[in-house]
């Protein structure tokens, strides 16, 4: 899985990428994130290789990025 926060000043991107054989962690990783971040948007696109990009105000990013990264951390276990 591969977690990318991407800063554009007053807005921000967080992508997150991952293949089919670990959808589970993937759907797992996104809708723990937009549960706990409602300010945000979110963008899935692919099949095989499967990216989600969540966007928004930098300071709502960077709130779904960390949990992004401890849910990650919970997955791995």
Do not use: W
């Not at 099949?47 to 997955?75: D, N, P």
């Amino acid at each position: 899985m591969k977690i990318v926060y991407q800063d554009f000043g007053a807005a921000a991107n967080v992508v997150i990428t991952n293949t089919v054989f670990e959808f589970r962690k993937h759907n797992r990783v996104v809708d723990t994130t937009l549960f706990l971040v409602p300010e945000v948007a979110s963008k899935h696109l692919g099949f095989f290789i499967m990216k989600t990009v969540i966007s928004g105000k930098t300071k709502h990013v960077l709130r779904a990025y960390k949990i992004a990264l401890r849910e990650t951390g919970r997955c791995q276990r």
